[in-house]
């Protein structure tokens, strides 16, 4: 169940938004997220209203630019760090491969809930209780 929110600066097409969105997804996959569990939000923002340092903390030689994107994923707590390094270093390289964005553009964060307090959880428990004859 994860939930993705991709941020970026206004101004790209819907090809480059969905292929975006594709590279986070396919990141997900590998690490091993089945397909069909995509719940993807875009949010383009005006120069205006995402503010990013170009530089911080180590990005003076390849200083951040305008194809910024702050990526940030909800998974469950179960969830093993070695897997959220899996999705990040494969959706950075996605990005450069399909759209040349620089790493020092991507930054991902990850942010963990408790599945069993998501709406999505308590729905599917509900419909496997009541597949096998019990009440919800």
């Given amino acids: 169940m994860p ?11 819907k090809d480059q938004l969905k292929i975006i969105a594709d590279c ?5 996959v590998y690490a091993g997220y089945p397909s069909s569990d995509r719940f993807q939000r875009i949010i383009e923002l005006e120069q205006s209203n995402l503010i990013v340092d170009p530089t911080y903390p180590v990005f003076e030689e390849t200083p951040r630019t305008n194809d910024y994107l702050l990526i940030e994923i909800v998974v469950g707590t ?3 760090d070695q897997m959220k390094h899996k999705i990040i270093e494969r959706a950075t390289a996605n990005l450069y491969e399909r759209l040349k964005i620089q790493e020092s553009d991507v930054m991902m964060y990850f ?6 307090t998501s709406s999505l959880h308590l729905k599917a428990e ?8 019990g009440v919800s």
Wanted: proline share 6%.
């Fill in 78 to 80: 179960q969830r093993p």
């Fill in 3 to 13: 939930v993705q929110t991709i941020t970026l600066f206004k101004g790209r097409s």
């Fill in 24 to 28: 986070v997804q396919d990141a997900l």
């Fill in 126 to 133: 509900s419909l496997r209780a009541q597949s096998k004859g």
């Fill in 111 to 116: 942010y963990e809930v408790n599945p069993q």
